[in-house]
């Protein structure tokens, strides 16, 4: 295909059949224009239906008595982060607030669960909306100290039942590796 360029001196021509149709639409007298006046006033009437329907959804909400924050609230942010918990061949490796990080050596019964246990129950209290915990493996570990030290962290014992904190300490667990070890 060949195009024009200022050093030639004629543009070049339009198809045969783009020329037909420009002639036949000039002899009909249609255009070839958007008409934005009609545009303008569909967008207009699609703008009250949605206000419309937005005012409804709004009362919608009242009846069901939802009490949603303020435009201006701020969300309330945990401060403390997450429980992480390795699980590493030679025992555990805790970090939870309120407690600085703890190692709990692995005995001949096998994991400690009981002061695991305790130190994820100061971490609830400390922070009691907190629902998410970590919980780092080691690729030495048997599946069966994971699942165990998985119910840990998911249920809380009777006695912290008792005192009012929920079955579930941390029902969100997400599960990764544990890095820098061989």
Do not use: C
């Amino acid at each position: 295909m060949h195009s024009w360029s200022a050093l030639e001196d004629e543009p070049p021509r339009a198809s045969p059949r783009r020329e037909r149709r420009q002639r036949r639409l000039l002899r009909s007298g249609e255009q070839e224009e958007l008409n934005l006046v009609s545009m303008i006033d569909v967008f207009a009437v699609l703008v009250f239906f949605l206000l419309v329907s937005s005012s409804v959804a709004a009362t919608r909400l009242k009846v069901f008595g939802l009490d949603l924050p303020a435009p201006g609230a701020a969300v309330a942010t945990q401060d403390l982060p997450p429980p992480v918990v390795r699980l590493l061949p030679d025992g555990l490796q805790v970090e939870a607030a309120p407690a600085r990080t703890r190692r709990l050596p692995r005995t001949a019964q096998g994991h400690d669960l009981n002061a695991l246990s305790a130190l994820l129950v100061q971490a609830k209290r400390a922070a009691p909306t907190q629902q998410q915990a970590t919980l780092l493996v080691d690729a030495d570990v048997a599946y069966d100290d994971v699942v165990q030290v998985m119910e840990t962290l998911r249920q809380a014992p009777v006695s912290a039942r008792l005192q009012g904190l929920p079955a579930e300490l941390f029902p969100q667990i997400a599960i990764g590796d544990v890095e820098g070890r061989s």
